[in-house]
């Protein structure tokens, strides 16, 4: 099995576990962002070069207003108190999104936090965000299109570089927490020959036994690429 690259995540259950106890999905909001920061660390730890966290999807707009904006906001709050760990760290963090669209004050943290981690090179976070997989290829097709390229003349690499994964290895292992069995419209393209791995942990409750326990699973599995051995590392 070739080394683990690129480790994306879905990260799923915040509300079902507030719920669970009795409690406002706010709660739940804020225990996934701790299980955020001890993931991070640990794929830090063991050396995965990148990792994707699904944060805000495109469609998650339609949720209660007050809801979206306490997300932001915890999302701010959290870059904030992070950032010198993530120095530290050498982590660089990047945005897959449609950042223009967040709130003003989650963009201007965003973007310091990117600016600050530009030189970082141990690890790179990726936090999809306003991401949508189906908006991202119509995304690219429109940038090919104003730049005249033939059809005859395009490759597959020459749409992966319009991407908001450009220059990164497509996702390894895609991880999905909370019980559903399904993309959500997550990294459409990339995915293609990725794994994935699903369990029925609530992300607030994915600590680092459970990370391990999908690092295992996907260690022991033989990835074909659709022929009859593995890709070459």
């Known amino acids: 099995m070739p080394p683990l690259k690129h480790l994306a995540i879905i990260m799923d259950g915040n509300g079902r576990w507030a719920r669970a106890r009795g409690l406002d999905r706010s709660a739940g909001h804020r225990a996934g962002t701790e299980t955020a920061r001890e993931i991070v660390r640990e794929c830090r730890k063991i050396g995965i070069p990148y990792l994707t966290f699904y944060t805000f999807s495109k469609e998650n707009w339609s949720r209660p207003k007050q809801e979206v904006g306490f997300l932001f906001t915890l999302l ?3 870059l904030g ?3 010198p760990s993530l120095l530290e760290q050498s982590i660089r963090l990047n945005v897959l999104g449609d950042i223009g669209e967040l709130p003003l004050a989650t963009r201007q943290v965003l973007r310091h936090a990117m600016d600050k981690t530009s030189g970082c090179s141990a690890m790179n976070l990726n936090l999809a965000l306003n991401y949508s997989g189906r908006h991202e290829i119509l995304r690219a097709c ?6 005249q390229v033939k059809p005859e003349s395009l ?3 020459m749409f992966a570089d319009q991407l908001y994964t450009a220059g990164m290895p497509d996702p390894d292992l895609i991880l999905r927490t909370s019980g559903e069995l399904r993309l959500s419209n997550y990294l459409l393209f990339q995915s293609a020959y990725s ?13 680092v036994p459970e990370l391990h326990a999908a690092l295992e699973d996907y260690a022991s599995r033989q990835r074909r690429f659709g022929t009859t ?5």
């Open 81 to 83: 108190q992070e950032l």
């Open 76 to 78: 701010k709050d959290f």
């Open 142 to 147: 429109q940038a090919l299109l104003r730049k």
């Open 155 to 157: 490759t597959e690499e």
């Open 229 to 233: 051995g593995e890709k070459p590392a």
């Open 195 to 207: 794994e994935f791995y699903f369990t029925d942990v609530a992300w607030p409750d994915f600590h």
